[in-house]
Nanobody, 115 residues
């Protein structure tokens, strides 16, 4: 059973920064693509960023240049550095691990951008 545990969410003013972390159980973390998704109230869950086992990254247009995804395979952890945050970034952020037969999800962490 894969467990993904997110942390680092909170309330930040516009223009501020947050760093989300996602710790994964298991000893073959490095081979899987990891992702960050978000879901705002009344909206569908959307991909924010992903990173492959080889370190190739992909970002939603809305966060390019502001967010950075990274991974530390020694710590089984994926990060999302979020800078220049905007009110429209407010959402529950979910970590994902993409395996061949299914995708695993964390429980989510709330990010609120408000003055």
């Amino acid at each position: 059973q894969v467990q993904l545990v997110e942390s680092g969410g909170g309330l930040v003013q516009p223009g501020g920064s947050l760093r989300l972390s996602c710790a994964a159980s298991g000893n073959i973390f490095s081979v899987y693509t990891m992702g960050w998704y978000r879901q705002a109230p009344g909206k569908q869950r959307e991909l924010v960023a992903s990173i492959t086992s080889g370190g190739i990254t992909n970002y939603a247009d809305s966060v390019k240049g502001r967010f950075t995804i990274s991974r530390d395979n020694a710590k089984n952890t994926v990060y999302l550095q979020m800078n220049s945050l905007k009110p429209e970034d407010t959402a529950v952020y979910y970590c994902s691990q993409n395996r061949p037969l299914r995708t695993y999800w964390g429980q989510g962490t709330q990010v609120t951008i408000s003055s």
